[in-house]
RNA sequence: GUCCCCUUCGUCUAGAGGCCUAGGACACAUCCCUUUCACGGAUGCGACACGGGUUCGAAUCCCGUAGGGGACGCCA
């Protein structure tokens, strides 16, 4: 098979003018990550916007560091995300195969094309003799790289040296005197001296390309458009260029995105928290406000606004207003999207998404600090509460959507409706203790008065019972202040100090629920330290 | 060390020579609403990295400096 056989084999697609062909190109190194996800969502409107095609590739050349399970985690993140590939191997295309280690011939084709054509050649040094130099080079201040020992090596040596079978690696002759420019989408024109370029190899010794090589083949057979690529990649460009320039292509677009980074405006690591899209899943995080936040940090839309679906991003985008510097991945403003993306949640739609959510955080197995947030430790659900919210939305669907509803209110991510909506299921509830309920009423006669007077009142007026009413009156005739009233019959029938409004919550809760709550308090509701009832 | 990219409130940004005593949003603070929490409303705090140019006029253009980031692998 020749290049131009291949050429034929991929034909330009039949796409209307100006549609764009974008790719996510990841590595199957582990989780999927957040610079993924955010290079996805500008794919996918780029495509959408231009009726165009998205691409999902396996770069998978680096054999050491490919892990079992991590293409369906990326393709499963996807999902999530909603940043969904039109082609790739599990969806299909004309343009396949989509995984590189099975796209190996056609590496070698154009390796050895470049070699015939002067622009590559063999090398044969060891790696021992690479690092000696690269040793030698950092020592002297010099910038390391390959120092051109196999460049002009005698034909016919090379010759001799292959048929022996002399292991070796192809490399890019990179021209000595010329600048190579480019054109970026979001910065413009970008150029580099040839001389500080070195030569990089493009095909290992094991016959597998390197990334230079691989995704210049694939991008140019795929019939990519737009390459969209984080910004650590615009330092190797150049040698991109060559390579198409030698191999006798046009180069795509290159739009080059910005890292995110980390409350210390460093790249966005491990270390610093925060890096996979699991992760925020774990959170409770919607797929739809996380698109949100992605498209929100890297474009400004023009009308100002915050909070749009993905549909007006794909529409109004434009590349120039993509930023160029990088953008710190802020909570809070996850957080802001994510409440108001759970506010506008219809109650059969919150409860379908939260079920989603309960059973991904069962099916992956969480431990109790997976949906800790290092700024919010209060917030953490163990296991135990996970499974036991799962089993009680199960067994009481109808109490559990009223819960939920009531409680996302007030929350900015699914995952605090985990802690948050405990107190109005009975596995949660714990009765206050005493002294709790004496800090806000320390008349022990008046809490156990409160307490029965609410039940009595609410309970012979099962239609339409006027909580706030009830509790105004009962304050009117102890002489209390609401506060103190309204937060002991809070206490009582919920345990925490913190709930929707009174009338809500015994809404919730129902009448039987309540009168079992109310009659365990009374029980102890005496009990308080007689120190504080003098007071 | 060399090369490349970047630099407006704490954060995300608007701003493409006069509309800027720099606008919005998040966060924060105070107040209002109020039975706690949340929502909502109001107000406030708060930035053009620095230095030179160009110009009648610069956040906007040019040059330097500083700072940040990235790259320099038979990793991607």
């Not at 034909?155 to 048929?163: D, N």
Request: some cysteine.
């Amino acid at each position: 098979m020749t290049l131009a056989e291949v050429e034929a084999l991929y034909p330009p697609r039949k796409l209307p003018e100006g549609a764009e062909v974008t790719r996510i190109a990841p590595s199957p190194t582990g989780m999927p990550h957040i610079g993924t996800g955010m290079q996805a969502v500008l794919d996918r409107a780029l495509a959408d916007k231009s009726g165009g095609v998205f691409i999902l590739r396996i770069e998978d050349t680096d054999l050491a560091r490919t892990q079992e399970g991590a293409v369906e985690a990326i393709i499963d993140g996807l999902r999530w995300l909603g940043a969904m590939p039109d082609e790739g191997d599990t969806f299909g295309g004309d343009y396949g195969p989509y995984t590189q280690t099975a796209r190996l011939p056609l590496y070698r084709l154009a390796a050895q094309h470049l070699v015939e054509q002067g622009h590559a050649y063999h090398c044969f040094c060891t790696a021992e003799r690479l690092e000696l130099v690269r040793k030698t080079q950092v020592s002297q201040h010099q910038s390391p790289g390959y120092d051109g020992h196999c460049r002009n090596l005698d034909p016919a040596e090379v010759a001799t040296r292959l048929t022996a079978g002399e292991k070796n690696v192809i490399r890019l002759k990179v021209p000595k005197d010329e600048t190579i420019s480019f054109h970026d989408e979001v910065r413009g024109n970008i150029s580099f001296e040839a001389s500080v370029i070195d030569d990089s190899v493009l095909l290992k010794s094991d016959g597998i390309p390197t990334y230079h090589l691989a995704a210049a083949v694939d991008d140019h057979f795929m019939r990519v458009t737009t390459v969209v690529r984080g910004e650590e990649w615009i330092s190797s460009t150049p040698k991109h260029i060559l390579v198409y320039r030698y191999l006798g292509w046009e180069p795509p677009k290159f739009l080059h995105t910005v890292l995110l980074r980390d409350k210390n405006r460093r790249k966005l690591s491990k270390r610093s928290g925060d890096t996979s899209l699991t992760w925020f899943r774990k959170q409770g995080i919607m797929p739809a406000a996380f698109r949100n936040f992605l498209y929100r940090i890297m474009w400004a839309h023009p009308e100002g606004k915050d909070i749009y679906p993905m549909s007006e991003f794909a529409e109004k985008l434009q590349v120039s207003g993509l930023p160029s510097t990088g953008p710190v991945a802020d909570m809070d403003l996850l957080s802001f999207i994510n409440g108001r993306y759970m506010n506008e949640l219809s109650a059969q739609e919150l409860e379908k998404q939260f079920m989603e959510y309960l059973d991904f955080l069962i099916a992956s197995n969480l431990t109790a600090d997976d949906t800790l947030h290092q700024d919010q430790p209060s917030q953490a659900a163990t296991r135990e509460d996970i499974l036991d919210l799962h089993k009680a939305l199960r067994e009481d669907p109808k109490h559990g959507a009223e819960v939920l509803q009531v409680v996302a209110q007030r929350c900015a991510r699914f995952g605090e409706i985990i802690f948050g909506s405990r107190a109005y299921f009975d596995y949660g509830y714990t009765p206050p203790a005493p002294e709790r309920m004496a800090k806000e009423c320390p008349d022990a006669a008046k809490r156990r008065r409160i307490l029965e007077g609410f039940l009595e009142a609410y309970a012979s007026d099962a239609q339409a019972p006027e909580v706030e009413g009830i509790l105004k009156a009962i304050g009117k005739e102890l002489g209390l202040k609401d506060r103190a009233v309204f937060m002991t019959l809070r206490l009582a029938m919920t345990g925490v100090a913190r709930t929707p409004p009174l009338s809500e919550v015994a809404a919730l809760l129902k009448l039987e629920r309540v009168k079992k709550r109310l009659a365990m308090v009374l029980e102890t509701v005496d009990d308080a330290p007689a120190a504080q009832q003098a007071q």
